[in-house]
């Protein structure tokens, strides 16, 4: 990195950008513009392939589909890199307040919860505000019940609401052992109110507990659980027929390049992830993310000319389970973290842009400076340098490579997150469009800039 | 009914109320304000009964909380009504495209299908625009495969939409039969785009043909059928374990009394069905009902002196699988029509009265003039005399009954009619206290009203 010193008087002349390539980003950033673009590629996906769950014969439809899209839209080189990982089945799934008042619940399976046994799981139900809660329950204070997490996510533009409530899901069944308990229900992780929407996502085990069935409640049957449990003792009834295969599955991380023209071993890598959970289209998570990088990467390959690096777009395999694709991903490029010059990935659904954040080194702020002035008109800001970024692209970033957070508008993301409501009906085409614009010109950008990046 | 003419004089003096009368009727009308009174009752009944769909083991629970919730809102009388009807069980339900892209659809039964023999039925999707079209198919033109109809429900506040609608769900299995198809899926009646909630209701078959499983599907998963068959030729499998049970089983109208203190035998009747669907927690569908019309009595019970006239309350038995509570109360009231001076039926959600319409001879129409003048101060407008009702009290109106009609905001009634979705967080609290006043103060003014009535 030493080497890239020799070259900050350009960046101190402020000559960071060419007029030409600046000229170039702002027209890649209008050039999507009421094209519903990216909305045609999310239709086709959802269309033509439906969900794509890791293991199932949907992800592999899903691989086929995105190789045959890629190589049709201009892109240099497309390729697949494996994916393995173990296959997840949700099998049934229900659930039904026994007593005092029979009512059904619905619920859905966390990601790589255990079933319970044939017949299912009777027990009293024991409830609990949050995880927090919880975690103070004593060992085997809760045998043959079940546990009860009752926390509601809060919603916000940046999806802040999620950290704190998403521990319920993913170590609510730790706890829930830990203190001896048969199973555990929680409140989904979402922010509608209106549907009977359970939201799945993925869980963890602790090795060194037993492992108990996890499931999450819609937010109403979480109310309607909450109000029977004013009333005394309840009882629910758990059916889960999920389970680990045996063995692994083999998926793959599909790869579109527009291959730089100077510097090809030179990249910057845009993406999203192309699996989804099973309950819905995965039309926001994360079509809309493969379509809106997938759509920029088009943009840039109809150029005239390459840009000075290489433009990669990754459509990672099976980030819902445990992030495999962007971690076969960073596995394959441990020797050449140094030659990602920025990393971009779009996993917040389908609402448009309102901030650039960012996670570079100090002497690199200037040409985002730069940078941002494209998005300027578009009233997107400049956010803050610590950006974390999403999750395929984290074990990149731990292992260095600098970031580009394209912060979408993710109000309503949670409502639908998840669930079987994430369905193309709730993308707007224009939303798309306008972030297709903006990834093509900083993808382009970053491409062209000089060697501080 | 010639005897009453003799005291048109009265009517025709402007003497319709006393004074005392009209202040009372806009006691009543205030009286519920800010009561949340309503509301606890709908509370109370989902909570510690939850559903209750006809037969089910929840209605006899239903009949049981009628009865002591009556008799604790100091009714005079509170008594059951027996009624008998063939029982139908939803069994489990699924459906999936299988080819070209296999998705799961979220589909509900329609109340009465069969169910699809052992293994489910798969079969070629045929789509009809309308069941108009669906009827024009040849007989035998559908051999094997599975009709579907299209047709979206129009959003209106009157509801208007629902009778065009309806027909797909009531008579399309009728027209898929005589063109011979395996199976019908329709398009849900309803209104709601946002989530995957189909709409179950009563459909019919043909006795000359052959009965075929019927279901509807969510209609998000109508726009994903859609666009699928767009692709071309699309396999749908259908698995429905519905089936109507051997015998029959008998439930109860509860009905609560306000006796009258000059003409006891001449009645005042208002109420809704006690029954539901069992997706949701029949909130809206119809505990609102049950419950704005058994406050309206207690409101009325609760009056220093008794009117003129009994106030009937009545929380009619199986509704939705075909107004069994309703024929029940004609029939036993089919020697006293004469005696039912009016009724009100409350069956359109949790919505605000904003129309008083009624179907009463023109001889009375100057009572409802008084009537209505305790409304216009709530801007609730005078709509005409054309008034139909609802369904428990239609076999009473086609026998003479006069009906007021207290017209309910249905906007968005149809969002949740007959789903999952039809749960307790949809009603506002405020506009079951409005519509409980103006069921009071019309109740009371009926009872108290001249002989012309």
């Known amino acids: 990195m030493v080497v890239l010193l020799l070259f900050l008087p350009v960046i101190a002349n402020g000559e960071v950008f060419t007029r030409s390539d600046l000229d170039r980003a702002a027209q890649l950033r209008d050039a999507a513009k009421d094209s519903g673009r990216a909305f045609g590629i999310v239709e086709s996906l959802v269309t033509e392939v439906g969900h794509r769950m890791a293991g199932t014969p949907n992800d592999a439809k899903g691989v086929a589909w995105a190789v045959a899209k890629m190589k049709s839209m201009g892109f240099d080189r497309v390729y697949t890199q494996p994916v393995s990982f173990p296959v997840w089945d949700r099998g049934y799934e229900s659930a039904a307040i026994i007593a005092p008042t029979p009512q059904p619940l619905t619920i859905t399976a966390l ?13 009293s139900v024991v409830a609990f505000a949050t995880i927090a809660e919880l975690e103070k329950a004593p060992a085997g204070s809760l045998r043959g019940k079940i546990a009860y997490i009752g926390n509601r996510m809060q919603r916000a533009r940046d999806g802040s609401g999620y950290g704190p409530a998403v521990a319920a899901r993913v170590s609510g069944a730790v706890f829930a052992a830990r203190a001896g308990a048969a199973a555990v229900l929680i409140r989904s992780i979402g922010t509608d109110a209106q549907a009977r929407t359970p939201h799945t996502g993925t869980m963890r085990y ?11 409640l819609g937010n109403i049957d979480a109310d309607a659980l909450e109000a029977v449990l004013s009333l005394g003792e309840t009882t629910v009834e758990l059916n889960l027929g999920s389970r680990v295969r045996n063995g692994s599955y083999t998926s793959a991380n599909v790869i579109g390049e527009v291959l730089g023209s100077e510097t090809p071993d030179e990249v910057v890598v845009i993406g999203g992830h192309l699996d989804s959970w099973d309950l819905g289209q995965g039309a926001l998570d994360n079509g809309a993310g493969v379509a809106i990088t997938m759509a920029a990467g088009e943009l840039i390959a109809a150029l005239d000319e390459r840009p000075k690096r290489t433009v990669r777009v990754v459509a990672f395999a099976n980030e819902e389970q445990g992030i495999w694709g962007g971690k076969a991903y960073a596995a394959a490029h441990k020797d050449s973290v140094g030659k990602h010059i920025i990393g971009a ?3 917040f659904g389908a609402g448009r842009i309102y901030r650039m954040s960012t996670r570079v080194r100090a002497e690199a702020l200037p040409v985002i400076q730069a940078m ?10 400049l956010g803050p340098n610590d950006a974390t970024g999403g999750a395929d692209l984290s074990t990149m970033r731990d292992a260095g490579m600098p970031l580009l957070g394209l912060n979408q508008d993710g109000s309503n993301y949670f409502d639908y997150h998840h669930t079987s409501a994430d369905t193309i009906d709730k993308i707007a085409p224009g939303d798309l469009d306008f972030n297709v614009g903006v990834y093509a010109a900083m993808a382009y950008l970053a491409a062209q800039a000089g060697p501080v990046f």
């Open 111 to 123: 990601g790589g919860s255990i079933g319970t046994p044939e017949g299912g799981i009777r027990a």
């Open 206 to 216: 602790d090795n060194m507990l037993t492992r108990i069935p996890a499931a999450a």
């Open 345 to 347: 990935e779009s996993d």
């Open 372 to 381: 941002h002035q494209v998005l300027a008109p578009l009233e997107i800001v």
